[in-house]
């Protein structure tokens, strides 16, 4: 690894100012997971590491009316193990579960999850299905973009270099709601996703009808997607194999998955159907007050 | 014969052998005190990187270091290739950097300047009819044999054939099949590598490897000095399976840096230089059909597999195919394919697993399209078996049956339910393999404080040698394990064998064994007097010596001991590989049954349940023993389920040659694993064999029946990936 600096300022403006003046020379450092692997290969050669942990903007984990407020750099380990989370936004929960094990849930952010912007990220297709919007703060002020329209290509996003995520927000979470983030991966931990799919479903108070729903993919395109229509096609619907079968095609289209070593196009664009129909299952089921699905199936 | 004094206690006599005690280095290994090579850091070392090839094949056409050697912190820059030498596999060391730090020669490697001149490459190993098309192929032996021989008159192969069809046409139940198994790497978790120290016309060398006796001459050869000035050490070493018998070209190389430079140097492979140079296992594929008489026994087997085994081509042994099940008519051949791939080394039982996954998975298939319990054709068959013990095996395939559930939980192939898409379903699998004791040497000394230590070339792989060192030395001297000292993992220590070939745990029983009872004897004639008896009237057990059915007539050990006054006893001991010996022996069978369940729509296959049942004669340390099994089915489960090399059919590049993409099993990809030492009378009586191998065999094919016999189709070729799984489901196999 190269020699570079360190900082670790405490303060959100002293950040920004440190990376503002860097003029892009400079990599902001969550819990590293990423960022330090990347630098050891030299992907990444910042001249200075800017330790954004101990600023306390970055590391809120607050629900309250307007909604859950989750900081850029607060760990996985925080926001599995927090009780409004598990309840309400279970999707993000189910992902930083997931996210490595045990050592890394307690220094990864979904942050940097999703500043690291890899197709294959698990945080985000789950914060897409929640309809995250990230706060972004930079020497011009602040802006607002949903996670949606975060992530640009592979390892690309809209952040210019002097910006900084600082937090992600989720709106607040109707009754009868319910969601669920589950990846396809050939181990059983510890590996990286060949298909992820995050969901979020409301239902009507009778729990027959979907009233809203939002789906996010993960693995199957050069950056984590919005399946716009296939949420689009479930409300109004019934609860029903064939409604969920129309949003299972509707989400098949819009993806466009490589082949490589970790499965072909076929292969991914199959699994993404299984996993859709299995997540919006699961989705359903937490939206009727059963938090607890267990559904067969690896 | 001199031999008839060294024995081992029978079970009843024994207080060490034979029962649980935690490894000696179990604390610091957990801990992480304990100094594998890649923990050795010398003072003032230099760090060295190296630069691989990035093509498969090509020629070198030019070398510029200059660059790399005016790099700030580049202390020294090692050429291993010349201009004009043929690359054939990417990844081939070309250049080594040293530096004062890991930085500075990590620059200097992207500093070396190299041109080359790119030729074609090949590394479709599974595809016979394209390394046919691409020159690629050599025959690789076979052998026919039938019980009906040819007249004198008949041209043998004409009549092969003729009898070879005749016996399959008459055979009322038929199968035509293909399997295979792809190449997987030894991918040792610490790398190949070593910490060299050149001082004063003598080198110390830390080296990660399986054979520290047998090491010091490469050093010695190339630096121009004698054996005797190079030590080579290695207290802990993080997995070989087969790959670290030699000093290896870059271990050379250090070396000599370090004389040229007058530093220490430091220098472990990176883990893509790993897995591209440091070993692989062959890969098998194999076409087969066979002929089965109503029982499910059969009668003839007809095959032809390919393989390679990297540039020189080579593949799969013909010798163990069918595997274990050796039907009375039978005719294989093999053919090797030259690849451009790093070349094989030996993996934890040559051959057998890769024979084992293409075979017992057609005798399986058998039981599949006979619609019969699977236990039953593997138990029909055992009249066949080629190392002649079809009782063992049965007996063992009982107690893993009755373990697993076998009769409770099996149906016939396909015929499980599902559930949501989920089907379960077990297999089973033989194996077999030698393990004969290893020569080796101990020497040992028991000194008038009670101390008694001993030393021995060998090392500890992990395996637990140091442990069962000591057990024998404690058990033999009426000892704990605390009160003996046990020295192994240098060459200045007396010569014991490589540990390969599951000869380790032999070697050093019988070299500890004969020296503990050797020493044993001198010490009892020195106190026989006081205790007015005979030396052979004694015994030693509690830590004291006293006379046998007379525990009245004792002297404690220390007290013996201090009898011995400045002359300390030593004694050297030693056994010969081959040599017949009461100690040790070799020949062991194992069944493992595997349950696993498949998701039929993702294709992902988890492991439930893994039963392996074991004999390996007399256990010494029943714990160690175990955990030899345990990490043998970890490693079996990992090649059945993730580990393959794959290369790039366009550039011959090994595409997942990283610990993201190159899968090991973690232990939740493991499930539920049993372990059965199976040492009734009759096995313990045979002395001790050992047992690295044999256990890594089986798990491949278990768990390819598993699979077939959840989803009532094969997934023929291992890894049963995800994608591989959905496409034999899909009819696309
Ligand atoms: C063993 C292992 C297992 C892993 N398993 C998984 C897995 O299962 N699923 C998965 O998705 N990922 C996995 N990862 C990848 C990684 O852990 C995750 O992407 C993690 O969420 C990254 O978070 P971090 O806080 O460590 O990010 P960092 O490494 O600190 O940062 C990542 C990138 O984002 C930038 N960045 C960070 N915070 C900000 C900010 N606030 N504003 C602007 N830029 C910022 C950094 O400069 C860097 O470029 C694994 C990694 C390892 C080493």
Known sequence: ?298 | MADTKYSWPTREEAQIIGSRRNRLDGMEKSTGAAKYTYDVNLKDQLIARALGSPHAHCTIASIDIKAAEQTPGVVHVEVLRKVGYEIKWQGDLIAVVAAESEAAAAEGVTNVKITYNEMDVFVQDAELELARKAGRTAPAGGKSVTQVEPGDDDDEDEFVEAEIQRLYDASPHKLEGYYGIDAITHCCLEPHGSTVQWKDGKLLAYLSTQNVSGTDEAFATDLDMTSDDVEVRCEYIGGGFGSKFAADYWGVAAARISKETGRPVKFMLSRDQELKNAGNRPSGYLKVRIGADNNGVVQVWDSQHWGTAGVRGGGISQSVIPYVIQPPNYRRKAIGIKTNNGQARAWRAPNHPQACAMTQTAIDDLARVMKKDAFDVFAANLGNVANGKGDVYLAEMKVAAEIIGWKDKYHLHGQGPSKGGVVEGMGLALHMWGGTANSSTCRLVIRSDGSVESSCGTQDLGTGTRTVCAMVLAETFGLDLDDVTVNIGSSKYPMSGASGGSTTVGAVSESHRRAAQDALQILFEKVAGQLSAKPEELVAVNGAIHVAGDKKRMISWKAACSRLGVQSIEVSASHKRGDASPLSNSGVCGVQMAEVAVDTETGVVKIKKFVAVQDQGLVISPKTCESQIYGAVIMGIAAALYEQRISDPATGAFVNAELSDYKLARLGDVGEIIVELYEPESERQRGVIGNGEPPAISPVAAVSNAICNALGVRVPVAPYTPQRVLEALQGRA
């Not at chain 1, 990444?44 to 306390?56: G, R, W």
């Not at chain 1, 903007?57 to 598990?86: F, K, M, S, W």
């Not at chain 1, 940097?112 to 011009?140: K, Q, T």
């Open chain 1, 1 to 298: 690894m190269h020699a570079f600096d360190y900082k670790s300022p405490e303060v959100l403006a002293e950040a920004l100012q440190q990376l503002a003046d860097s003029d892009g020379s400079a990599k902001p450092l969550a819990g590293g997971t990423d960022l330090i692997d990347q630098m050891r290969t030299g992907r990444h050669q910042p001249t200075l590491v800017i330790d954004i942990k101990k600023v306390a903007e970055l590391n809120v984990l607050e629900c309250a009316g307007d909604g859950l407020h989750v900081g850029a750099a607060t760990p996985c380990y925080r926001i599995c193990g927090d009780d409004n989370v598990q309840q309400d936004y279970t999707a993000l929960a189910d992902a930083c579960n997931i996210i490595g094990g045990v050592q890394i849930q307690s220094r990864a952010s979904v942050g940097g999850n999703l500043c690291n912007s890899g197709p294959a990220g698990d945080s985000i297709p789950a914060m897409i299905a929640l309809r995250g919007i990230c706060v972004i703060a930079g020497s011009a002020g602040t802006r607002e973009v949903p996670v949606a329209e975060f992530c640009t290509g592979p390892g690309q996003n809209v952040l210019a270099d002097n910006e900084l995520l600082v937090e992600i927000r989720f709106p607040p979470r109707p009754t009868a709601s319910g969601s669920h983030y589950r990846r396809m991966i050939p181990r059983n931990e510890m590996d990286i996703a060949v298909v992820g799919v995050g969901a979020s479903v409301t239902l009507n108070e009778a729990g027959t009808t979907i009233t809203d729903a939002c789906i996010g993919l993960g693995a199957v395109g050069p950056t984590p997607l919005l399946a716009a229509r296939a949420g689009e096609c479930l409300v109004g619907q019934t609860v029903s194999d064939a409604t969920l079968a129309n949003a299972v095609e509707a989400a098949k289209e819009i993806i466009s998955p490589i082949t490589d070593m970790r499965g072909t196009q076929e292969y991914r664009v199959h699994v993404t159907g299984v996993l859709v129909r299995r997540v919006l299952e699961t989705a359903i089921s937490r939206a009727t007050g059963d938090p607890c699905v267990v559904r067969p199936g690896h």
